[in-house]
């Protein structure tokens, strides 16, 4: 089994909190990633550690199902998503760290443990690792525009 590691951020013109505030509802991940498809909170309460969610994305052509854990929790700075299910293991981090002016770098990394034996799968890992990438370069720029276009209302 192969590991990749993406790691990429982008500059939004906003606070850390708001943008931690629309990140923290990860129902919103159907507004920007390009990849999801559903994605519903499966267990009760707040966010926090433990807390899972069920979602459905579309990458190459194909619908698989995931179900992930928050592992970190750090309110107006980090959320760690790791896969319980799926059909590849990975791990999704988002790091929010203020700036000056009011904006906030987000970092996001993605660890996921490539099964290239069979299946859909069986594609050149340069290629999967090269799609990857952009679609995560591609997903961080809408959330941008997103947020500084204000389509969400923080919390207030």
Excluded at 56 to 78: K, M, P
Excluded at 88 to 107: D, M, Q, R, V
Aim: aromatic content about 8%; overall charge negative.
């Amino acid at each position: 089994m192969s590991e990749l590691k993406v790691k990429q951020s982008v500059v939004i013109n906003l606070p850390a909190e708001d943008s931690f505030a629309y990140m923290a509802d990860l129902d919103q991940l159907v507004e920007w990633s390009s990849m999801v498809i559903t994605a519903k909170k499966t267990s009760p309460g707040e966010m926090q550690i433990g807390t899972t969610w069920r979602v459905t994305i579309r990458f190459l052509g194909r619908w698989l199902e995931n179900t992930y854990v928050v592992v970190e929790w750090e309110a107006g700075r980090q959320i760690t998503l790791k896969s319980t299910s799926g059909l590849t293991p990975c791990l999704f981090s988002f790091t929010f760290e203020p700036l000056a002016g009011g904006k906030t770098n987000l970092l996001q990394e993605a660890v996921i443990n490539l099964r290239l034996k069979g299946g859909f799968m069986d594609v050149a890992e340069p290629v999967l690792a090269s799609v990857l990438r952009r679609q995560v370069e591609h997903d961080l720029l809408t959330l941008k525009d997103l947020m500084e276009a204000q389509i969400f209302s923080p919390p207030a």
